[in-house]
């Protein structure tokens, strides 16, 4: 990883944790990063917030304690070091404050891609996810694949189980591979006559870049339930062993640098975000691992 990454980073991080001034008071515009949604090199988060829907950029970043969600709440994508808003996220009002209150039946799960040039951010609902958004931070640009995604899984139960309703789907645990490939968990709960839950790890290949955005299946497999919460320290050792077997010496230095790094952005996060944080990290180094080529030796 290069100098100005693992600086930028750390910047990012103190930043974050020292960030109890009297940037903004209670009741007043603001926004508050989703801590836990970070990209790799500490360069971009996502937020929430209100106010200045004319300039966003000119919002503050509201200091511990101080946020406060209103009706005309929204979310942003945020220069994680200058802490300044680049993009509204349009149509998006998922919101945490401080004190833990959220919008209802709503969760934010976000997957980047190594170099963190790509995002996918699933908006969940209370069974289903009511978006899934394919962001280029780059160019400010998030496109709605939820559609293409959920008819891609449908159609490979509908080949695969002969299931004809797959009723409620989930999809969870997104990690980007290059080229525009999406690895990632979905879950499906068919009518009540059909009790059991069906879980694949699907591999598709996403299309933004024309008219409509397409969601092609290169591969689907069924997979066990997620590992408990006491044994995820186990699964990320084992998926950053998996991952490091298969590198040459330069790419294990990398990765090893890289993983500092995330150690660090893990220690800044509120306990109670550590865990799922720490899944996405497994599901990034397990899907690495299963498409990495082996070193040659």
């Keep these: 990883m290069q100098p100005s990454v693992a600086s930028r980073c750390i910047a990012v991080l103190a930043l974050w944790l020292l960030s109890s001034g009297s940037r903004a008071v209670a009741g007043e515009p603001g926004f508050r990063r989703f801590a836990n949604t970070i990209s790799p090199d500490g360069a971009c988060v ?23 969600a209103g009706d005309s709440v929204a979310n942003y994508l945020v220069d994680a070091v200058g802490a300044k808003v680049l993009a509204v996220i349009p149509e998006h ?19 980047w891609s190594e170099d963190s040039q790509t995002a996918l951010a699933i908006y969940e609902g209370r069974w289903s996810a ?23 899984y449908r159609g490979f139960l509908a080949k695969n189980e002969k299931l004809k309703d797959a009723g ?11 080229g ?31 008219k409509e955005p397409k969601c092609r299946l290169l591969s689907g497999r069924k997979i066990p339930e997620p590992p408990a919460d006491d044994k995820v320290e186990d699964e990320l ?26 150690l660090k952005q893990r220690e800044a996060l509120a306990e109670s975000d550590r865990s799922f944080f720490t899944r996405m990290r497994i599901s990034c180094l397990r899907t690495r691992a299963e498409n990495e080529q082996p070193a040659p030796r």
């Design 46 to 68: 996502l937020a929430w917030g209100w106010g200045e829907e004319e300039q966003p950029a000119n919002l503050n970043e509201w200091a511990a304690g101080r946020d406060t």
């Design 93 to 111: 009002d998922h919101f945490m404050t401080s004190e833990g209150r959220s919008k209802q039946f709503s969760g934010l799960a976000v997957g």
């Design 130 to 152: 009511d978006s899934i958004l394919w962001i280029h931070p780059k160019a400010r640009t998030f496109t709605e694949v939820l559609a293409p995604l959920d008819k891609a």
């Design 168 to 178: 409620e789907i989930s999809f969870s645990l997104p990690a980007l591979l290059p």
């Design 180 to 210: 525009g490939v999406l690895v990632i968990d979905a879950r499906a709960r068919p009518m009540v006559n059909k009790p059991r839950e069906y879980n694949c790890r699907l591999k598709v290949l996403v299309k933004t870049d024309g």
């Design 237 to 262: 050792t084992k998926a950053y062993q998996q991952l490091r077997a298969k590198l040459n010496d330069a790419d294990r230095a990398t990765l090893k640098d890289r993983q500092l790094l995330w």
